[in-house]
């Protein structure tokens, strides 16, 4: 069935440095890709996302680029800063809306 | 604008007993969606309406499970009996059409003693 892998489960880095989040999906009928950003005991929130038509997009300091070949999708956060640190989602869904999410990855930003 | 409604925030049962969740959704929303979140895991749906029609329940445990969304807006998720496995957040999200960004609501948090 649909799934989406993700990693790493946990990512330390200090402030400043880059972070970066993996995920690969199974569905290759995917076409629109968001990763959604949860802090402890509150709303995911969506930070970014990509559709298909699309091999990078940038906001700020976030970046997601998409490989439909291999079906992979990646997260970038560049110039970390510690609230940054949180719990990110990736997720993956068809045209119907139906999203898969990923299981999560908890990243801390050291000051 | 106003975002996602849940309520309760938090809710406390005994295993064999009803619970109820509610949601609001953003106004002029036409998909919503139900979702469960273990605790470390990522969110799983469990039903998918568009406007009063369920368009996807094939994760919904339908032998206690029910949901209905009156009118194409507000939504309840319903338990009975409740099970200690059914313990997790309880999300509630919208969006303008399927495949448009879901917006979550703040969850609903059932712990089942």
């Known amino acids: 069935g649909e799934n989406v892998e993700q990693h790493p489960s946990t990512l330390s880095v200090q402030e400043g440095d880059s972070a970066v989040i993996k995920c690969t999906y199974s569905?290759?009928?995917?076409?629109?890709f968001p990763w959604y950003k949860q802090e402890l005991g509150k709303r995911p929130q969506l930070i970014i996302d990509?559709?298909?038509?699309?091999g990078e997009k940038k906001d700020q300091r976030i970046a997601v680029t998409l490989n439909k070949t291999a079906k992979h999708f990646s997260l970038h956060i560049t110039e970390t800063q510690p609230e940054d640190s949180a719990v990110y989602f990736c997720?993956?869904?068809?045209?119907?809306?139906?999203?898969?999410f990923g299981q999560g990855t908890t990243l801390q930003v050291k000051p | 604008e106003a975002g996602v409604v849940q309520s309760p925030r938090y809710k406390i049962i005994e295993k064999k007993q009803p619970v109820a969740f509610w949601c609001n959704p953003i106004?002029?929303?036409?998909?919503l969606y139900w979702y469960r979140q273990n605790l470390g895991q990522g969110p799983e749906l469990l039903i998918r309406?568009?406007?009063?029609?369920?368009?996807?329940d094939s994760q919904l445990p339908k032998d206690r499970f029910s949901a209905e969304r009156l009118k194409g807006v507000d939504s309840t998720l319903k338990i009975q009996p409740a099970e200690l496995g059914d313990s997790a957040v309880y999300l509630c999200?919208?969006?303008?059409?399927?495949?448009?960004?879901?917006?979550f609501g703040n969850g609903t948090r059932l712990t089942v003693t």
């Open positions: 999200a919208s969006s303008l059409a399927g495949n448009s960004p879901l917006h």
């Open positions: 569905d290759s009928a995917s076409n629109y």
């Open positions: 990509i559709r298909s038509n699309v």
């Open positions: 997720a993956a869904s068809r045209t119907t809306g139906k999203l898969i």
């Open positions: 106004s002029g929303h036409n998909t």
């Open positions: 309406y568009e406007n009063e029609e369920a368009v996807d």
